[in-house]
């Protein structure tokens, strides 16, 4: 195929995609896992399935709904086996502090901003148009080619669980949610929560730190009971946090800067700069600092060491943790109990480390209970295949670059689904416009989301080029 007919294509069909972008992200589709307003995961997820499996139809090709957890929009090749692209449809909560309305969806200056824009809707419209490329020019793959379209992404992957137990699985898949070119691997997750075994005193009143488990939160806030000692140890400022005297009370809020927290050096944590002001002025007595100087400690180097768990490997690095929501709770015997929340990220060949055991150990020294969340392995996929070859070179002509394979942080649907890797549609950019967008606005996650044009142009090209590419090959 020659390259000008895709380029020039692309770029004519690049209203009618921007078009069909800004119709799925009118929708708030954050999944409902628990007491959903209508099954499986609410009104908004299945609103946008079906709208998108809709614009899949109106657009000639054969659609399904399997029982509203997933859809599919398919292009028929020659041979059984398929070509999956696989997308979610659901989005993070859009949280406060937006500039621009987070579901009424806006282009400017190049880049279109809306919740869910770039995590991962838009390539959920990526995906619909390579099909439209390969229909438009009469294209007879071997493979049939397949989108599919998840609902349940950002909470769980619940979703896939329930799609892989019940429908068979596609010969190959696709997954346009990290980065170009290849991502051969996937670190496992242990995540968790800290229950400290001793209540806190009357002196913390409150503690509010919840931007969500996967984000490094961009707010904190601490409420203890006001004395004039206190309030003295307040006078000093500390940079981005602020304490505010109300009534009785002593208000401690921290702002930082959010980002996703499977790489939390890209942000600027609230609770740990919340947690160095109170530990730094030793504002509270000692079994009410304990959660906070935990906190620090596991944000101070992100490597999992303050809960024993450190590891590494060549092809990984080392571990990724990161403390992202804290609270207090009311247990059983009605003690107020302080509740610290993390994930971690470890290293594709480091499955076999009793994480469990060893961080148990480490919170139990510092008097605190474990309670795991999720402990779910890692994945690596041979990088040596001759598909992931292609793939590579594929991307790196397009964007002029020389990378290679690599292992993220991040988690996504091909560490769940059977021959599976992620491919795009991340890739280097220019910085974006801090007139257009403030610090910690813009990316996936965050107040402001958006996505380059440009970015989405040449994740199109990569993948119709790509999936040419690999048509030919044998994939099982």
């Avoid at 119709?23 to 209508?38: D, F, G, K, L, W």
């Avoid at 946008?48 to 997933?70: A, I, P």
């Avoid at 969340?373 to 992931?388: E, G, I, L, M, S």
């Avoid at 670059?401 to 220019?430: C, H, Q, W």
Wanted: some cysteine; aromatic content about 8%; charged content about 30%.
């Amino acid at each position: 195929m020659d390259e000008r007919v895709i380029k020039e294509w692309i770029e004519n069909k690049m209203p009618e995609l921007v078009e069909a972008l800004k119709q799925i992200c009118r929708i708030r589709s954050v999944a409902e896992t628990e007491n959903p307003s209508c099954k499986p995961y609410g009104e908004g997820c299945k609103m946008v399935l079906r709208d998108m499996l809709q614009t899949g139809k109106d657009s000639g090709f054969s659609t399904e709904n399997f029982e509203d957890y997933v859809g599919r929009i398919s292009y028929p090749g020659r041979k059984k086996e398929n070509i999956a692209i696989w997308a979610h449809l659901d989005v993070v909560d859009e949280g406060g502090g937006w500039d621009y309305a987070p579901y009424n969806p806006i282009v400017k200056d190049g880049y279109f901003i809306a919740r869910g824009c770039q995590d991962n809707k838009s390539s959920a419209v990526m995906g619909l148009y390579v099909l439209k490329f390969m229909k438009e020019h009469g294209i007879a793959l071997n493979h049939t080619l397949d989108l599919y379209l998840g609902t349940c992404e950002e909470q769980g992957m619940y979703d896939l669980d329930y799609f892989t137990a019940h429908y068979p699985c596609p010969t190959f898949s696709l997954v346009p949610d990290s980065g170009f070119p290849v991502c051969c691997g996937e670190r496992g997750s242990f995540n968790g929560e800290l229950l400290q075994k001793e209540e806190v005193s009357g002196e913390l009143l409150d503690i509010i730190c919840d931007c969500g488990q996967y984000t490094v939160p961009d707010k904190a806030c601490a409420v203890l009971r006001y004395t004039e000692e206190r309030w003295a140890k307040c006078a000093d400022g500390q940079e981005n946090v602020e304490a505010v005297r109300e009534g009785e009370e002593i208000r401690v809020s921290a702002k930082g800067v959010s980002t996703q927290a499977a790489n939390p050096d890209k942000g600027d944590s609230a609770l740990s700069r919340l947690a160095e002001y109170l530990c730094g002025r030793d504002l509270l007595p000692e079994k009410d600092l304990r959660v906070f100087s935990l906190a620090a400690d596991i944000n101070r180097n992100h490597n999992g060491d303050a809960l024993g768990v450190f590891c590494e490997d060549a092809l990984s690095g080392p571990m990724v943790m990161a403390a992202t929501q804290l609270s207090i709770r009311e247990n059983s015997d009605g003690k107020r109990i302080p509740v610290l929340g993390f994930i971690s990220k470890f290293p594709v060949t480091q499955n076999e480390i009793p994480y469990e055991e060893r961080a148990g150990e480490a919170a139990g020294k510092r008097g605190f209970e474990l309670k795991v969340t999720r402990n779910a392995k890692a994945n690596c996929f041979d990088p040596q295949r001759p598909a992931v070859k292609r793939l590579t070179e594929c991307s790196n002509e397009v964007l002029g670059r020389e990378d290679e394979p690599f292992v993220m942080s991040g988690g996504t649907y091909a560490r769940k689904l059977p021959n599976a890797i992620a491919f795009g549609t991340g890739m280097p950019l220019p910085k974006r416009p801090e007139e257009i967008f403030r610090p910690g606005h813009g990316d996936y996650h965050q107040p402001d989301e958006s996505i380059s044009l440009e970015r989405i142009r040449k994740a199109l090209e990569i993948y119709i080029k790509g999936i040419l590419r690999i048509d030919e090959l044998d994939l099982r």
